[in-house]
């Protein structure tokens, strides 16, 4: 049982405010000058799931042997409060990771939200996304899942489980129950066929692997895994693997990180 009352209407404890906290206001909160690389792509990220997701996708283009789609990458420390600084918010006003300037194009792109950065490389590109329309729609199908679903898993799960100050059952067991409904979803999808999207591996398995894969992997939230009898889910945890062994996909997860200051 708790003590808390909800009030009537909800005040910002302001003493709790700090560069890197948590705030209800958006917008930048101190000047910053991002360093602007050679590459024609500069990217501004982190070794998170939503960061991954995109390194993993440079990393395929170079594997492809793609060389317009050479990448200067940089690290934005979210615990820091790099994310608010003015020249990361002129590119993601969500001052969230992952965040990219294609500095190739006649006037320079801004592209955020890490579903975004994956579709813009694959269809400037022409890769890892197919072209059929019943094939695209499955492979959107899937993208736009990972979008609204994972914050359930990172948000929910992961929050309460592991990053609280406290252990609540109630939070716990709701995000427990979406988290293993979402597995469950994931394996029984898998159960037939080697990728997201089929036969094909796309842009859908970059975006899903980094969240789902590493969960089931034990990569994720301490003792997660186990907690949530990962090892019952085996047509993921295959599909887990698979993708795990591609060299690209190996590199994305040891790649640099420049210092941004
Ligand atoms: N929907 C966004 C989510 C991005 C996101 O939540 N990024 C986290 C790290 S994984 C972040 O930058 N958090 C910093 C903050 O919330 O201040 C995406 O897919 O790009």
Not at 41 to 65: C, D, H, R
Not at 246 to 253: E, F, I
Request: net charge negative.
């Amino acid at each position: 049982m708790s003590n808390y009352e909800v009030s009537k209407v909800w005040e910002w404890n302001e003493e709790e405010k700090s560069k890197s906290g948590n705030q209800p206001v958006a917008g930048s909160r101190f000047e910053q000058e991002l360093p602007v690389g050679e590459k024609p792509l500069q990217v501004y990220s982190l070794g998170t799931p939503n960061g991954i997701k995109v390194a993993i996708m440079l990393e395929e283009l170079k594997e492809a042997g793609i060389e317009k789609a050479d990448y200067d990458l940089y690290l934005i420390n979210i615990s820091e409060g790099d994310q608010f600084g003015s020249d990361f918010v002129k590119i993601n006003p969500n001052s969230k990771i992952p965040a990219m300037m294609d500095c190739s194009a006649d006037e320079p792109i801004r592209v955020f939200e890490s579903v975004s950065i994956l579709l813009y490389l694959a269809e400037k590109f022409e890769q890892f996304l197919p072209t059929k329309l019943a094939e695209r729609t499955e492979l959107m199908n899937w993208l736009f899942w990972q979008t609204g679903a994972a914050p359930y898993v990172g948000g929910g799960f992961g929050h309460f489980y592991n990053y609280a100050p406290t252990k609540q059952e109630y939070p716990i067991d709701r995000f427990t129950m979406e988290t293993k409904r979402q597995l469950d979803l994931l394996d029984k999808h898998l159960a037939d066929k080697p990728y997201i999207g089929g036969n094909e591996y796309t842009i859908a398995d970059m975006a899903i692997w980094p969240w789902y894969g590493r969960l089931v992997q034990g990569e994720l939230y301490g003792d997660a895994a186990e907690f949530l009898k990962a090892n019952e889910y085996t047509h993921l945890l295959e599909w887990a693997d698979r993708i795990q062994e591609r060299p690209a996909v190996k590199r994305a997860l040891e790649v640099e990180y420049k210092d941004i200051k």
